[in-house]
């Protein structure tokens, strides 16, 4: 099964768009779980 230029190009457009969003919610994690740290090590003392 062989997919168009056209169908590729669609393909390509949407699984970068994908990757994107994946990429955006694991750095918010980051971000979120270095907060919680942050706070948690300066509540401590």
Same mark, same amino acid.
């Given at each position: 099964?062989?997919?168009?230029?056209?169908?590729?190009?669609? *393909?390509?457009?949407?699984?970068?768009?994908?990757?994107? $969003?994946?990429? +955006?919610?694991?750095?918010? *994690?980051?971000?979120?779980?270095?907060?919680?740290?942050? $706070?948690?090590? +300066?509540?401590?003392?």
């Amino acid at each position: 099964m062989s997919m168009t230029p056209e169908e590729q190009a669609e *393909f390509t457009r949407r699984r970068k768009g994908r990757n994107l $969003v994946v990429a +955006g919610l694991l750095l918010a *994690f980051v971000v979120l779980f270095f907060f919680i740290t942050i $706070v948690r090590i +300066g509540g401590a003392q």
